[in-house]
């Protein structure tokens, strides 16, 4: 006889042990278990014969809290067809491909796009890019980064906190940044890395600015964590070729959404 049934996990190592079947998939969930994430984080696990079959993360270190749901699409389908009431009024979602369904009962959902799942598996190309302009950008350079992605970059979701862990990078020309790589996620604790934050002035786009910070970047990273990743739209194609030059390979794929109560 099948027995299964949903829970809200709070053992570390148990969600880790789950998580590392697939780092580059769950490279975010795991950075999200470091300490200096987890207070915002409510975990969830759908068991079947007392083995956890999908893990989904409700983050909630942002104005909009966020869910992850990336397990195998029939577990996954379950676990949040147990969740669905628990769910917030409205979040934003990472999920894989046709379980939103679950959600749209309850939800009115608006897709993102499609997201692929990039993973540095060719560190040696680093070495072939020019960092030399690269520098560490450090907490006295909040104020200039913040009017830098006020003006290139809108939206984004920066969190002034992440300067603590020295692993931001920019590039200034005429006595401004022009070009900034970052992290999303960091853990020292757990060896992963996930970038973020990425961005060029649209004025000197196409000089190789953010491939050099990039560079700069993944190379500092490397020397702290073992798994670096990230996350890019699936049609972003000068992104995703600039990723390929430095190493980077689709791994997986996902989808972008936002869930309101109906």
């Known amino acids: 006889m ?19 079947q697939n780092v580059y998939l769950y490279i975010y969930a795991i950075g999200d278990l470091d300490d200096f994430f987890w207070p915002y984080t409510t975990w969830y696990a759908w068991y079947e014969n007392d083995e956890i ?3 989904a993360l409700l983050y909630g270190g942002r104005k909009l809290p966020t869910l992850l749901a ?15 009431q628990l769910l917030p009024q409205k979040f934003h979602a990472h999920l894989r491909s046709g379980v939103n369904d679950v959600l749209k009962k309850k ?7 499609q997201y692929g799942k ?3 598996k060719n560190k040696s190309s680093l070495l072939r890019v020019d960092c030399s302009e690269a ?7 909040l104020d200039e980064i913040l009017e830098f992605y006020e003006q290139v970059y809108p939206g984004n979701w920066f969190d002034s906190e992440m300067l603590r862990t020295k692993q931001y990078f920019g590039i200034r020309k005429e006595n401004k940044l022009v070009s900034v790589a970052g992290i999303h996620v960091y853990s020292e604790q757990y060896k992963v890395a996930a970038l973020g934050n990425i961005v060029t002035h649209p004025d000197y786009r196409g000089n190789g600015f953010g491939k050099a910070v990039t560079a700069k970047l993944c190379r ?7 798994h670096i990743g990230l996350n890019v739209k699936s049609d972003n194609d000068i992104a995703i070729s600039m990723y390929e030059d430095l190493g980077f390979e689709i791994v997986d794929s996902y989808w972008e ?3 309101e109560l109906k």
């Open 2 to 20: 099948v027995r299964s049934e949903t829970i809200c996990l709070h053992d570390r190592w148990e969600i880790e042990s789950f998580l590392r």
């Open 53 to 55: 079959r999908a893990i």
């Open 70 to 84: 990336l397990s195998e699409e029939s577990k996954t389908k379950q676990l949040l067809h147990d969740l669905v």
């Open 107 to 113: 939800y009115d959902i608006k897709s993102h796009g």
């Open 118 to 120: 990039m993973a540095l």
């Open 135 to 141: 520098f560490r950008l450090k907490n006295e350079d």
């Open 220 to 226: 500092e990273l490397s020397k702290k964590v073992d």
């Open 257 to 259: 959404y936002t869930a």
